[in-house]
């Protein structure tokens, strides 16, 4: 699901922003309207559901911007930051409109974390080595954009049934 850009002109920050935005609304957006169960349905080998990209998306929001950014502890932040496999879980008993809420949560967070911030403030990953804000954009925005593409492959699946 292709969604036109709202803003195309601008400091790179503001299209930096804008585009994270826009993926971040991708994201949620291939999942809005699917049943309980189609969110939940595993049509491929790994845990990627619906429901769990927007799980996963949320858990890369907190990873980059409150553990990294910030320094928090795991656990100060708002919720899982462990990756892989288990950031693609959702429990039985929450909803898609639970997950986008957590997912919506964290994207405001990282926002407001990411204003105290330039584009080229550094930080250590400690696989990357020196990471500045700018590359945060960026390598959120490229996997974003990969989960959306993904999400909107399992959704024409589902929704052809």
Not at 88 to 108: G, M, Q, T, Y
């Amino acid at each position: 699901m292709f969604v036109l850009p709202e803003t195309t002109t601008g400091s790179e920050r503001r299209l930096l922003e804008a585009t994270m935005d826009r993926q971040r609304r991708a994201v949620a957006d291939t999942a809005r309207g699917l049943s309980h169960a189609d969110v939940r349905r595993r049509l491929v080998t790994s845990l990627t559901t619906p429901i769990g990209l927007v799980k996963h998306a949320a858990m890369a929001e907190r990873r980059w911007f409150q553990l990294l950014l910030m320094g928090l502890a795991e656990s100060e932040c708002d919720g899982p930051t462990t990756p892989g496999d288990a950031s693609f879980a959702v429990a039985d008993d929450e909803s898609l409109d639970d997950v986008i809420a957590e997912f919506e949560r964290a994207s405001a967070r990282s926002r407001e974390i990411a204003a105290r911030f330039e584009l080229d403030d550094t930080w250590t990953h400690d696989v990357l080595g020196e990471v500045n804000l700018r590359f945060v954009y960026l390598l959120l925005i490229e996997d974003f954009a990969r989960h959306a593409g993904h999400s909107d492959i399992l959704r024409e699946q589902l929704t052809a049934r």
